[in-house]
């Protein structure tokens, strides 16, 4: 099972107690200031979670798996996560 936002916003309005319309909101607006400060290149970092950081790709050489055709794949940015010591330590059941 994988977490989605409307599942998000279902545990956020019974946590919370608030109504599942407002419980949205909180998540949409949260997710919102996540994408918008990646976009302009910040990282985000949530203590006891993790990181979250843009970083830049390379132009690099590829291959058309269906036909062997050698390709140039674009220059792109990415968005990677890395986890805290505090939640691996929790995934692994760690103390």
Do not use: C, W
């Amino acid at each position: 099972m994988s977490l989605t936002k409307a599942t998000l916003s279902d545990i956020v309005s019974e946590r919370l107690g608030v109504s599942k319309i407002e419980a949205v909101d909180y998540v949409e607006h949260v997710i919102e200031i996540i994408k918008e400060t990646l976009e302009s290149g910040e990282s985000v970092k949530v203590s006891g979670f993790g990181n979250f950081q843009v970083k830049s790709k390379s132009p690099r050489r590829g291959r058309n798996p269906q036909t062997g055709d050698d390709l140039t794949i674009d220059a792109r940015k990415v968005v990677s996560f890395k986890a805290s010591t505090l939640l691996r330590n929790h995934i692994n059941d760690e103390e």
